[in-house]
């Protein structure tokens, strides 16, 4: 998928290019609105990654020029400005997501790809798991036809790492996707600990979760091939 | 505390009370003083005219010269009387006195003028007489026309005072009121109030012009605050990125990925301030809506759903108590959540294990209270003072937080009116107490 970053930060524009491009995306780079303007009308792109902050450039015009000429990127915005007004307005004036600085890159791939299933109608319906199955649209586990009694947080912690499977994620990173920033103050890596050790229990209760694994002093990963 | 027109009020009033009283007192001695001048001048008069009547038709009409007779002559009520007598004595008499006669079997009190003139070698003693009771009577009508005009001017005096101080301590009461129940210097109605009193003119622009100043500093502060976590968050937005990307190029030396993960700890940790930080600037700025009515209850189900497993490992138990409910209309619900969500974190952190912490919520005098109580290891006077402060409330150095929490719940409570108070003792835990604003 083509992906446009538009960024003034070079290096963290350049961060962000690095890690997608790890991810198979193609991404172009624009450090200016004007520039972002001109590749925009030439180019076609799936998604756009916009920075609200740009100092040649009023990002929302970005958007509305882009829609005024047919393209049919979806728009994520990313910004330092992370009040809730923003926040509404952002997705008012039809950008498909919104991201406050600073954020995981692994956070930004999963709104990607949420966004991405939105727009290409993906629904993937159940995701094997060792002798486990999710079934993402009744958001329930099964073990060998036995539903595993999850509490939401379970369910969505285990949901992100699957999404990310075999990727190291940290504690923080996990905490921050499931508790937003409103609680970033509270963070305690303790948390995340806890609801593993909880969701392990379950798990376990049914059969060996091998996929699961814990990565010594850096956080979470699950496995498979 | 009484207010500045009902004091002037009431002062006028007193004043006015006892000068009347003092004119009361002196009242009946004034009035007799008067009447009797009165009652003697016509006393006089009278006696000028007996005496002009016998300088005209002699004495012998009233008392033939041989007889010993006396004359006297009353009229039928007995208020006046005048009598002629010979008498032999050599003095003049003139002076008016305070006597009893005894007339027709009655005794009276009368003012008497006794006054001794010479007819044909003669001397005559001419008494007239006025009876007192007459005047007794004009001192009471006259005591009390006066007492009921002087209690129609105090009265009338006192509300003309009452509107007068009230007209003229209009512009002071409108100051006081724009001061009134201002929690933001950019509350302040900034207009100028209408006076002809240098005093009020002075002291109004005096208040205005501070109330400028200080929403002046307080804006710019903020805007430093705001400013400066932008210009912050895009360095650790960089330093994140570059640190994510290199944990997950899997690099082969073992101890990688610790160290980045430990760079990143201390990285979220500054994220974390500054964003803390970004947040109390925003609520004290008023950039969060205030638009959501919720029922706080389901708020407190929901923080305890999401501590409870934290609580269950620690093995402390967490209880709940509701009393009753209260929807809290007009307020931010992720604001109070967070705000009460910070303070049941603390506690169940604070506690240890085999310990215990329970959530309250009730009524107290109408208005709704909830209370977070832990048997933790408590605070001592000094923590407590310094709790709500952005830096100073770090009680335990080496924990994931910042030791900010507080001190957002404390201006989530001040932005939504919500007064939040502690007790604690050390050793035997602490309580939270959220007393929330009635609805308005």
Redesign the interface.
Known sequence: MNVLIVEDEKSLANEIAAFLRSENFLCDLSYTGMDASEKIAINLYDFVLLDLGLPDYNGIDLINEARKAGSEASFIIITARGAVEDKVKGLDIGADDYLAKPFALIELLSRINAVARRKFRITVQEVPLGDFIMQTESRKLFCKGNEVELTKKEYDLLWYLVLNRNKVLTRHQLYEHIWGNILDDQYDSNFIDVHIKNLRKKLNAHSATPWLETVRGVGYRVSTD | MIKLKIKLAFFNLLSKLVFTALFLIFLPYIIERINLRQVDNDLVQKREQVIDLIAGAGIDPFISADSSDVFGSFNILKEEFISLERIETDEDINHIEVAVRLIEDEEITYRVLNYSFLVDGQKYLLEVGKSLASIQYARRNITRVILIFLVLIILITLLTDLQYTHLLLRPLDRISRKLKGISRPELFDRTEVRTTTTDFHNLDNAIRELMENIDQLFRKEKEITVNI??EL??P???L???L??L???GNADAEM??K???S??TL?RL??LV??L?MIA?IESH???REDNFSVQDVLKEIIE?IR??AD?KEILMTEEYLRDFQFMQANR??I??MI??VV?NAV?NTPAGGAVVIRSYFHQQKFNVTISDNGRGMTREQVVNLFSRFKSRVNPG????G??LA?SKTIADFHGISVSVTSEPEKGTTFFFIFPENS
Do not use: C, M, W
């Open positions: 976590s932008h968050l895009t650790v937005s960089v994140r990125s570059k994510e990307n944990l997950l190029s990925p610790e980045i993960e430990e990143l700890k979220h994220q974390s964003n803390s970004l925003r950039q969060y809506l999401e497993p934290i490992d992720a604001l959540f967070s969500y910070n974190n952190k924990e994931d937080g910042t900010i929490g957002i």
